[in-house]
C-alpha cells in the first residue's frame, strides 16, 4: 500500500496560479503512474493529469491542457501539479492518487491508492 499526502491548495484569484504537491510512502517501489483527479461539490471525480512513475510519459485532461503541469520527483517520492491560469470551475478537492498495477493514466478505476484530497477556490 502507498499512502500519499497532499498539500498546496488555498483560495486564489482568477488568472492566478498554485503549487500542488504529492508526497508517498510506503510501497513506493510497486508505483508505476501517478495522477491528479479533482471532485467539485456535486459532480463526479474528474481526470487532471497524470505521469508515468519510472518512464517518460504524462496525459491531461482537454480541460486543463496548456495550464497545469504534472511533474516528478522520483528521489524524493513526490509529484507536483503546477496550476497556471486559474478559472473558477477549476475550484474542486484535488486527489493525488497512484497506480501500482498496469493501467491507463485518465482511468480512475486503474489507481489503487488515494490522498485525503486538498481544497482549490478559484474566486472570480
Request: aromatic fraction near 10%; charged fraction near 15%.
Amino acid at each position: 500500500q502507498v499512502q500519499l499526502v497532499e498539500s498546496g491548495g488555498g483560495s486564489v484569484a482568477a488568472g492566478g496560479s498554485l503549487r500542488l504537491s504529492c508526497a508517498a510512502s510506503g510501497r513506493t517501489f510497486n508505483i508505476r503512474f501517478m495522477g491528479w483527479f479533482r471532485q467539485a461539490p456535486g459532480k463526479e471525480r474528474e481526470f487532471v493529469a497524470g505521469i508515468l512513475w519510472s518512464a517518460s510519459g504524462t496525459n491531461y485532461a482537454p480541460a486543463v491542457k496548456g495550464r497545469f503541469t504534472i511533474s516528478r520527483d522520483n528521489a524524493k517520492n513526490a509529484v507536483y501539479l503546477q496550476m497556471n491560469s486559474l478559472r473558477p470551475d477549476d475550484t474542486a478537492v484535488y486527489l493525488c492518487s497512484a497506480a501500482t498495477r498496469a493501467g491507463v493514466l485518465d482511468n480512475a478505476e486503474a489507481y489503487t491508492d488515494w490522498g485525503q484530497g486538498t481544497q482549490v477556490t478559484v474566486s472570480s
